[in-house]
């Protein structure tokens, strides 16, 4: 099987990327000039905003993993940019090239609304407000009316293998007015490639999965655990069920966690 992988130098292709090959994936990926990616991976120049470089990448692959993403910037045309027309020219290059192929897309579980009345499930409404999750969201709406035969992962907050991510919760927490007790769902990046691997198979074609591990964490326990603690408060939560996925439905697809809690993975030696 070979798989194209778009954003392979990023925060979770290069993480990715290394687990595919050991399982036996021939991967390319998508790279622009300058940039180095894990050993096994067969290059690719382009840009996913460079429509005339996608034919190259996509011809003849059995399956297409699209992590290219901008998140935190406050250039919103370049978030949907990347992100929205990004993907409109990578589907249109699918369809010309490698029309049967999986196509399977990242995407993030803060598309969800933010009063929910429970975790949030797949076939809940989205109506997401800021630049990064309304441009995924607009990113699953072209996929889903593309003709190809996609599937759509839904990402709690991502951690592990060193990332550093963990460690941008105290200042993220500032800066969106993350009450302490307010719970994320996570995913490791060691369950993100279980996942990926189960996508292809076919197991997840057509639907969209909430892509997390057994237990939420609160912002205050992330906090601590890091060694950076956030103010305690005892005040009420506005939107106490907001950052947290249901996931039932990967589970009944036969996803089962690797890394099944942030603690396993702290006491493993896996943040």
Not at 20 to 28: K, P, T
Not at 115 to 143: C, F, G, H, T
Request: aromatic fraction near 6%.
């Amino acid at each position: 099987m070979m798989v194209l992988v778009t954003g392979g130098t990023g925060l979770v292709g290069s993480r990715l990327l290394p687990r595919l090959v050991e399982a036996g994936v021939e991967c390319r990926a998508l790279v622009r000039p300058g940039k180095k990616l894990p050993a096994g991976v067969i290059p690719i120049k382009g840009d996913i905003l460079d429509p005339a470089s996608l034919a190259e990448a996509v011809e003849g692959v059995d399956a297409i993993i699209h992590l290219a993403a901008v998140l935190r910037t406050p250039e919103a045309e370049q978030i949907w940019a990347v992100n929205c027309e990004g993907t409109r020219n990578l589907i249109k290059a699918a369809r010309a090239y490698a029309p049967h192929a999986r196509f399977i897309m990242a995407s993030t579980g803060l598309v969800y609304n933010l009063d929910s009345p429970r975790p949030a499930r797949e076939d809940d409404a989205v109506d997401p407000q800021r630049d990064y999750p309304a441009s995924k969201a607009a990113a699953e709406s072209l996929l889903r009316d593309s003709g190809l035969n996609w599937s759509i992962l839904r990402f709690g907050f991502v951690y592990g293998d060193k990332d550093q991510h963990l460690e941008s919760i105290p200042t993220l927490a500032k800066m969106f007015k993350w009450h302490p007790a307010n719970k994320l769902s996570m995913i490791h990046h060691r369950d993100i490639a279980e996942l990926v691997k189960l996508g292809l198979t076919g197991v997840l074609d057509g639907r969209v999965v909430n892509a997390v591990d057994e237990a939420p964490m609160s912002i205050y326990e992330i906090a601590e655990l890091i060694g950076a603690p956030v103010t305690p408060s005892s005040e009420p939560l506005e939107h106490p069920w907001w950052g947290q996925l249901d996931g039932s439905l990967a589970r009944e697809l036969g996803f089962r966690s690797m890394v099944a809690t942030t603690w396993q993975a702290a006491r493993e030696g896996m943040l």
